[in-house]
């Protein structure tokens, strides 16, 4: 009895390791190089032309800081061109009881992406929702403060899951 318990624990163990062994040559890093390029330095020579609105230049300045990774832009000829057009909605999410209004909002962006080499043929496109929630404050200035605040936080959100996009397809474009 005590033997097949220890001898079934190390056929489970044996398969366990046979399986994640063979699993690993299926695995690539997500910026690890593609074709003797690293995918970190095909994100850097990518433009990202300005976008429209508060969080547009929130979402501009946070991509160019993620696709750099953290360096300051070099000034060279872009391989790639990234466009980006935004929608926002916002919507009440708590009425206040008294009858004054609502207390907190959902506010939503939605980018809308598309990248191009630089003779203009479309690569890759995708779209990115992010959405947070704000408190709606009886200041005026601090409302309009609070929402800026959650355009900025999301712009983040977006920046990272655009840039997550973009990597994966210049993984996957090299197989």
């Not at 001898?7 to 690993?24: E, F, H, P, Q, Y």
């Not at 976008?51 to 929130?58: L, M, N, V, W």
């Not at 009886?138 to 899951?161: D, N, P, T, Y």
Request: positive net charge; glycine residues 8%.
């Amino acid at each position: 009895m005590l033997w097949s318990d220890t001898s079934s624990k190390l056929i489970r163990c044996g398969l366990i390791l046979c399986l994640s062994l063979a699993l690993t040559g299926c695995m690539r890093p997500l910026y690890g190089s593609v074709n003797g390029e690293s995918v970190k330095s095909t994100l850097s020579s990518i433009d990202v032309k300005p976008i429209p609105d508060i969080a547009g230049h929130y979402l501009r300045e946070e991509l160019l800081f993620n696709l750099n990774g953290g360096a300051v832009p070099e000034d060279r000829a872009a391989s790639y061109i990234l466009a980006i057009t935004l929608s926002e909605a916002s919507q009440a999410v708590a009425i206040d009881s008294t009858g004054n209004g609502s207390d907190a909002a959902s506010v939503s962006i939605s980018a809308r992406y598309s990248l191009t080499d630089t003779s203009g043929k479309t690569l890759h496109q995708g779209i990115s929702v992010a959405s947070g929630s704000v408190d709606r404050l009886s200041q005026r200035f601090a409302a309009v403060r609070a929402f800026r605040e959650a355009k900025i936080r999301i712009a983040k959100s977006l920046a990272g899951q655009i840039e997550t996009d973009l990597a994966a397809y210049f993984v996957s474009r090299s197989k």
